[in-house]
């Protein structure tokens, strides 16, 4: 049985490192441990800025390592994603004796931290805990600026999707039923993920550090956009 909070987190890294050793470079074991580095780097800041703010930081920890274990763009079966992460996340935590209060709060989390969920659910940042919403913006803070467009390009190269395509627009507006079937039969391009989803991340963040440093990333993603399409344009 592990015996502190730190031997949990460890061991979950350990875990979560060996699980995703195959994923490509988008969705790999670095991008998770920058989400855990950034979602306890929100943690701190939002508590500085209330310090009245309550809040369980394990469950922060344990969640942004824990987030891309099952992942709509890879699984096979995309029927029952949230059956298999409380499968998985049963399976690690049984050994430890682990609260099942806090096993359901994680498993909360992964099962709504993405983009595809927030479409089918309407969800806005005053509906979500506070857990939530650091994990999810750190997670939508690694999928803009220079660190985005890098595994945008990775994903791209991964799914064998073009770059670029001039008679293929992006969908304005698009809905959870467009994201998944898009998804599903693998369509689009990597600069239509741009406008369809990567420059409309910084209206999405529920934290106020959030917003400052997806605004700057934003910004970056705006300078490449506009050379990209300057060099397309013949």
């Given at each position: 049985?592990?015996?502190?909070?730190?031997?949990?987190?460890?061991?979950?890294?350990?875990?979560?490192?060996?699980?995703?050793?195959?994923?490509?470079?988008?969705?790999?074991?670095?991008?998770?441990?920058?989400?855990?580095?950034?979602?306890?780097?929100?943690?701190?800041?939002?508590?500085?800025?209330?310090?009245?703010?309550?809040?369980?930081?394990?469950?922060?920890?344990?969640?942004?390592?824990?987030?891309?274990?099952?992942?709509?763009?890879?699984?096979?079966?995309?029927?029952?994603?949230?059956?298999?992460?409380?499968?998985?996340?049963?399976?690690?935590?049984?050994?430890?004796?682990?609260?099942?209060?806090?096993?359901?709060?994680?498993?909360?989390?992964?099962?709504?931290?993405?983009?595809?969920?927030?479409?089918?659910?309407?969800?806005?940042?005053?509906?979500?805990?506070?857990?939530?919403?650091?994990?999810?913006?750190?997670?939508?803070?690694?999928?803009?600026?220079?660190?985005?467009?890098?595994?945008?390009?990775?994903?791209?190269?991964?799914?064998?999707?073009?770059?670029?395509?001039?008679?293929?627009?992006?969908?304005?507006?698009?809905?959870?039923?467009?994201?998944?079937?898009?998804?599903?039969?693998?369509?689009?391009?990597?600069i239509n993920h741009f406008y369809e989803k990567l420059i409309k991340i910084k209206d999405k963040m529920a934290t106020e550090t959030g917003k400052k440093l997806a605004l700057e990333r934003h910004n970056f993603m705006i300078e490449y956009l506009n050379q990209f399409n300057q060099e397309t344009k013949y």
């Amino acid at each position: 049985m592990v015996s502190s909070d730190q031997d949990i987190i460890n061991e979950a890294k350990c875990f979560v490192k060996e699980s995703m050793r195959s994923n490509d470079p988008s969705h790999d074991w670095n991008h998770v441990e920058r989400v855990y580095k950034m979602a306890v780097y929100l943690s701190t800041q939002e508590k500085k800025l209330n310090p009245n703010l309550n809040f369980d930081i394990e469950v922060v920890e344990l969640a942004a390592l824990f987030h891309d274990i099952v992942d709509f763009k890879y699984n096979i079966d995309k029927s029952n994603l949230d059956d298999i992460s409380e499968k998985i996340l049963k399976q690690f935590f049984g050994k430890f004796n682990y609260p099942k209060e806090k096993i359901d709060k994680i498993l909360n989390i992964i099962s709504n931290i993405s983009w595809r969920k927030e479409l089918e659910l309407s969800s806005r940042p005053g509906d979500v805990p506070f857990e939530l919403k650091v994990v999810r913006d750190a997670d939508r803070l690694d999928a803009i600026g220079a660190v985005g467009i890098a595994r945008c390009m990775a994903f791209t190269g991964a799914k064998n999707r073009p770059i670029f395509q001039a008679d293929l627009k992006p969908i304005e507006n698009m809905t959870a039923e467009q994201y998944n079937k898009q998804t599903i039969k693998n369509e689009s391009t990597a600069i239509n993920h741009f406008y369809e989803k990567l420059i409309k991340i910084k209206d999405k963040m529920a934290t106020e550090t959030g917003k400052k440093l997806a605004l700057e990333r934003h910004n970056f993603m705006i300078e490449y956009l506009n050379q990209f399409n300057q060099e397309t344009k013949y």
